[in-house]
C-alpha cells in the first residue's frame, strides 16, 4: 500500500507512543504495507516492534521530518506537546493526534500544529487494541479534509467503522466523551451493579448472558428512537411512559440497597427520573429526560 507519491519522505506513518494502542497502530500500518516508523520515549519499546517490520527512531524530529504523517498515541494532548515541543520541520507533514482528551483541547492542538505549518486531524478510539486492524476497529477523525482526503486509505486500515465525522475539529472528542464516557462507561458500570446483585441471588451465569443479549438488542433499537426523539424534539409515546420507568426503578433501587448493594448508578437514575417526572414529563417517552439533562443557568 505504500505511497509511491510520497517524495522525499521516507516513512508513510510514524506512530509517536508505543503503549498497547500505540503498538498495535504501528504494527497495524506495517502490516498494510506502509513503510512505517516508530518513536518512543523509552526507545526499547519502538524497538520491540522491528521484528514487526516497524522502523524504530530515536529522535522524534526525524521521525516527523520523514514521514507523510505522524499518529500520536501519547497519554495526553499535553504529554504530546512536550514529546514535539524541539520539532520544527513539518513541511509536507499531516499530525494526527489520537487519544483522550477535552474538545478544547482538540482545539488548541489543532492551533498549535497550524502554528508550526502541519495539517490537523484529532482523533479518539473507539476501539480496543485487539481489534485494531479487524473488522471491528474505530477510529473517528475530525478536522481538515484536506488532509483526511490525502490520508484516507491509511487512516482507515484501523478498521472498518473508522472514518472522518466532520471538519469541526472538537467533533471526534465530542463523540469520544458522549459515547465512550457518558455512555459506554457508565452503561458497563450499571450493569456490574446488576450483574453482581443477580448473582448474589442467585441467578447463574448462562441466563444472565441469555437475557442480557436480548435487552442489548432492545437498547440498540431504543437508542435508535432516542437519538430521533430528541432530534426532533418529539417525545411521545404508545409503549411506555417515562413515569412507569421511574415507579420501576425506584422499587428495584429498593430491592437491591434492601440485598445490600449501593446501586449508585441506578440510585443517579431514579433522580433524574423523578425529576423528570417533577417537571411534569411523566407521560412522554423515556426520551423526555433530555428536558432536565442541563444545570440550572
Wanted: charged share 15%; aromatic share 8%.
Amino acid at each position: 500500500m505504500s505511497d509511491t507519491t510520497a517524495g522525499t519522505k521516507t516513512y508513510d506513518v510514524a506512530v509517536l507512543g508505543c503503549g498497547l494502542m500505540g503498538a498495535a497502530l504501528a504494527r497495524n500500518f506495517a502490516a498494510q504495507g506502509l513503510r512505517t516508523a516508530a518513536w518512543n520515549r523509552s526507545p526499547d519499546k519502538a524497538e520491540a516492534l522491528a521484528p514487526d517490520g516497524v522502523t524504530p527512531v530515536r529522535d522524534i524530529a526525524d521521525a516527523v521530518r520523514d514521514a507523510r504523517l505522524v499518529v500520536a498515541c501519547t497519554s495526553t494532548y499535553g504529554t504530546t506537546k512536550t514529546s514535539l515541543e524541539g520539532t520544527t520541520d513539518w513541511a509536507g507533514t499531516t499530525l494526527v493526534n489520537i487519544g483522550t482528551g477535552t474538545p478544547g483541547e482538540a482545539e488548541d492542538m489543532q492551533a498549535w500544529a497550524t502554528a508550526r505549518g502541519a495539517r490537523y486531524l484529532d482523533g479518539a478510539i473507539l476501539c480496543y487494541p485487539q481489534q485494531v486492524g479487524t473488522g471491528e476497529g474505530m477510529i473517528l477523525y475530525s478536522g481538515s479534509p484536506e488532509a483526511w482526503a490525502e490520508h484516507e486509505q491509511v487512516l482507515m486500515t484501523p478498521g472498518p467503522y473508522s472514518a472522518l465525522v466532520s471538519d469541526n475539529v472538537k467533533a471526534a472528542s465530542v463523540l469520544d466523551a458522549a459515547v465512550v464516557g457518558g455512555f459506554y462507561s457508565a452503561a458497563l458500570n450499571a450493569y456490574v451493579e446488576a450483574a453482581t446483585y443477580a448473582f448474589s441471588q442467585g441467578i447463574d451465569p448462562e441466563t444472565l448472558n441469555a437475557i442480557s443479549e436480548m435487552t442489548f438488542q432492545v437498547i440498540a433499537a431504543t437508542g435508535k428512537e432516542c437519538v430521533a426523539a430528541i432530534a426532533s424534539d418529539q417525545h411521545e409515546t404508545d409503549t411506555a411512559y417515562l413515569g412507569t420507568y421511574a415507579d420501576g426503578c425506584r422499587a428495584t433501587l429498593g430491592v437491591m440497597q434492601e440485598a445490600g448493594f449501593k446501586a449508585r448508578l441506578l440510585e443517579a437514575a431514579v433522580a433524574n427520573l423523578t425529576e423528570a417526572q417533577e417537571a411534569g414529563l411523566g407521560g412522554l417517552g423515556f426520551s423526555a429526560l433530555t428536558k432536565v439533562t442541563r444545570t440550572s443557568v
